[in-house]
């Protein structure tokens, strides 16, 4: 017995948790497939992934105890395509919080 066929498609803008923005089983799901082959889009198969996903509304942004279980697929996806996601100020250091002189004992 085949199991049914079923797709999603999410939306990562990069500054945002990803969005559902398609869903479907059978023919719609070969569609949702075979779009993302003509554009390029990187498939990545997953079934349990994809029944977590499936149970989101269009639009919704994933669910935070999924967060990382996605941004490990985007990140594999950036290395395949010889990418790198953009920086963060967020996430740099503040230079004004760094002592040149922390931590050293010849003072």
Do not use: C, W
Not at 18 to 28: C, D, K, R, S, Y
Not at 61 to 68: F, K, V
């Amino acid at each position: 017995m085949d199991k049914e066929r079923k797709a999603i498609a999410l939306f990562y803008d990069g500054q945002q948790a990803p969005e559902l923005t398609a869903v479907g089983e059978h023919a719609v799901a070969e569609r949702i497939l075979a779009l993302a082959r003509e554009h390029q889009v990187p498939i990545y198969e997953n079934a349990p992934l994809v029944e977590l996903l499936a149970q989101q509304r269009l639009g919704e942004r994933i669910p935070e105890e999924l967060y990382r279980v996605i941004a490990e697929i985007i990140a594999f996806v950036y290395v395949l395509q010889g990418r790198r996601p953009a920086p963060r100020d967020d996430l740099r250091p503040n230079p004004l919080s760094i002592k040149p002189d922390a931590g050293r004992s010849d003072a």
